[in-house]
């Protein structure tokens, strides 16, 4: 049984930065792609970021481009997802999730791809 936590999220201004991280365990971790989602009120699941299985591939959402990176360390079984230049836009619930097949590269994008989801973190940003 995979396990994935989240920590981080917060009320932050806009034009603040978050660091949002996700723990994992049950599973070999470094084996596997991981990603960040997120949902807001009346809205679907969409994509942020994602990082392969070693972090040299990623891929991130037009709408978090060149203002989020995301990292992770294999020895701490731990993803991150640095946020910066945060928008009222991006106030959403977040989540990490970890790849079904181990190895992927490059990353993918949909949700469906993913079987293990962390419970979430609340982030607002206000204006």
């Known amino acids: 049984q995979v396990q994935l936590v989240e920590s981080g999220g917060g009320l932050v201004q806009a034009g603040g930065s978050l660091r949002l991280s996700c723990a994992a365990s049950?599973?070999?971790?470094?084996?596997?792609?991981m990603g960040w989602f997120r949902q807001a009120p009346g809205k679907e699941r969409e994509f942020v970021a994602a990082a392969s299985w070693r972090g040299g591939s990623t891929s991130y959402a037009d709408s978090v481009k060149g203002r989020s990176t995301i990292s992770r360390d294999n020895a701490k079984n731990t993803v991150y997802l640095q946020m910066n230049r945060l928008k009222p836009s991006d106030t959403a619930v977040y989540y990490c999730?970890?790849?079904?097949?181990?190895?992927?590269?490059?990353?993918?994008?949909?949700?469906?791809?993913?079987?293990?989801w962390g419970q979430g973190t609340q982030v607002t940003v206000s204006s």
């Open positions: 049950g599973r070999t971790f470094s084996s596997y792609a």
């Open positions: 999730a970890a790849d079904k097949v181990p190895y992927r590269n490059p990353v993918v994008s949909t949700p469906s791809s993913y079987d293990y």
